[in-house]
């Protein structure tokens, strides 16, 4: 069964600590989108938008989402924890960072072939732009290859316990609702 089984898999305490740095890394992606975003109200806005900010935003927010109900049902609610589910999602953040840190680094780099092509001199509020983008196209490369690792090392994990997981309550053996047992007659 793998990936449609429900239950937790077992997986090894390195993976939740990757889960865990990969909320980290996004967090600060979108501390460093969100201040991208606040500078334009500024020279920056004379460049361009949101476009590549807001993405990583949303990815920020979507792998929140992901990792955290993750964990979550991994820890708290095992039953409802649907391998397929999480699956389908975790490769959908993984696109999701993909497309935002390679578009937010091709605006970072058409952005400093611009700002010192034109010999303009250093201006803090563009210098802030460029940085800004720049960490968070660096913390986002970082996110989607730790989103990466943990789907990669999930499907690994799912497919080495495939009947399920032990967090998973099993029923009870109960005598009265097992199948009867053959009587076996001694004859003489």
């Not at 996004?26 to 590549?52: C, E, F, K, M, T």
């Not at 490769?91 to 072939?113: G, N, R």
């Not at 803090?124 to 989607?144: F, K, N, P, Q, Y």
């Not at 997981?165 to 047992?181: C, G, H, I, L, Y």
Request: proline share 5%.
């Amino acid at each position: 069964m793998g990936l449609t089984a429900k239950g937790v898999p077992k997986m090894p305490m390195w993976l939740t600590i990757i889960r865990g740095a990969a909320i980290a890394l996004s967090l600060g992606a979108l501390i460093a989108a969100a201040y991208n975003v606040s500078l334009l109200s500024s020279w920056a806005r004379y460049y361009g938008g949101d476009g590549p900010a807001g993405l990583i935003i949303f990815s920020a927010i979507f792998t929140w989402i992901v990792l955290g109900c993750m964990l979550a049902a991994e820890f708290f609610a095992p039953q409802l924890y649907i391998r397929s589910i999480f699956f389908a999602t975790l490769v959908i953040s993984s696109i999701l960072w993909l497309a935002a840190w390679a578009w937010a680094a091709a605006w970072t780099a058409d952005f400093y072939h611009l700002y010192n092509s034109y010999y303009i001199g250093r201006v803090r509020e563009l210098d802030a732009w460029g940085g800004s983008m720049a960490a968070a196209v660096a913390l986002g490369a970082a996110t989607w290859i730790l989103t990466i690792i943990t789907t990669v090392f999930f499907v690994k994990a799912c497919l080495a316990d495939p009947t399920g997981s032990t967090f998973v309550q099993q029923p009870r053996n109960d005598p009265e609702t097992a199948e009867p047992k053959p009587e076996t007659t001694i004859t003489a």
